[in-house]
Nanobody, 124 residues
Framework: QVQLVESGGGLVQTGDSLRLSCAASGRTLSTSAAGWFRQVPGQERELVAAIMWTGQSTYYADSVKGRFTISRDDTKNTLYLQMNTLRPEDTAVYYC?????????????????WGQGTQVTVSS
């Protein structure tokens, strides 16, 4: 059984940083792509960052490019999202997900297992 357990969300102020973690069990993260999505009530889930199975290629949404960094620790089988210079518009529930294949997809349908989500709230 595959489980993804997220942690690290919280309430911060504009300009602060947070690091989200996604600990995986039942699935080796390095065998597929993985990504971080976020969702605001009433809106579709959007891809924020993704990493290819090799860990060498990454993708970032334009809105977070230069501020967020996705990484993976294969010894801990854990995915991370380092979020710097946070803005109020980054407020959302953040989800980690494992890809159906080795290359990342920009749509939720391209991912098969999901974490429970962690709330990130950035106050102005």
């Amino acid at each position: 059984q595959v489980q993804l357990v997220e942690s690290g969300g919280g309430l911060v102020q504009t300009g602060d940083s947070l690091r989200l973690s996604c600990a995986a069990s039942g699935r080796t993260l390095s065998t597929s792509a993985a990504g971080w999505f976020r969702q605001v009530p009433g809106q579709e889930r959007e891809l924020v960052a993704a990493i290819m199975w090799t860990g060498q290629s990454t993708y970032y949404a334009d809105s977070v490019k230069g501020r967020f960094t996705i990484s993976r620790d294969d010894t801990k089988n854990t995915l991370y999202l380092q979020m710097n210079t946070l803005r109020p518009e980054d407020t959302a529930v953040y989800y980690c997900a494992t890809g159906r294949g080795r290359y990342y997809s920009s749509v939720p349908a391209g991912y098969d297992y999901w974490g429970q989500g962690t709330q990130v709230t950035v106050s102005s």
